[in-house]
């Protein structure tokens, strides 16, 4: 990965985690990630956010490579990305901010 890449995935997530009102939510999801792939319900129930909140979440950060999804539509799981766990004391720097 050059530079140029690594700082736009760094503003990536700056943006998703500190620029918008759901960043300590998909803060959150992240790290639940990190631990173990999880579908959105268990997610939801974990986490105790709605399930139509975490899958806006999940499609968010999907969109924008932070986590992505296997399976069918129903028990689909999500991961981190490997990019994400790569760069996860960058995430973890970022998340730190929010964490007050």
Do not use: C
């Not at 969109?63 to 991961?79: I, N, Q, S, T």
């Amino acid at each position: 990965m050059d530079a140029t890449s690594h700082r736009s995935h760094d503003k990536t997530l700056w943006y998703l985690l500190t620029a918008t009102r759901g960043g300590p939510n998909r803060a959150r999801i992240v790290r639940a990630l990190a631990e173990r792939p999880r579908n959105a319900n268990r997610l939801a129930d974990e986490l105790g956010v709605g399930y139509k909140t975490v899958r806006h979440h999940l499609d968010t950060l999907q969109e924008h490579g932070v986590v992505e999804a296997g399976g069918d539509d129903y028990g689909k799981l999500y991961f981190v990305t490997d990019r994400v766990e790569r760069e996860w004391d960058t995430f973890e720097r970022i998340a730190e901010e929010i964490d007050g």
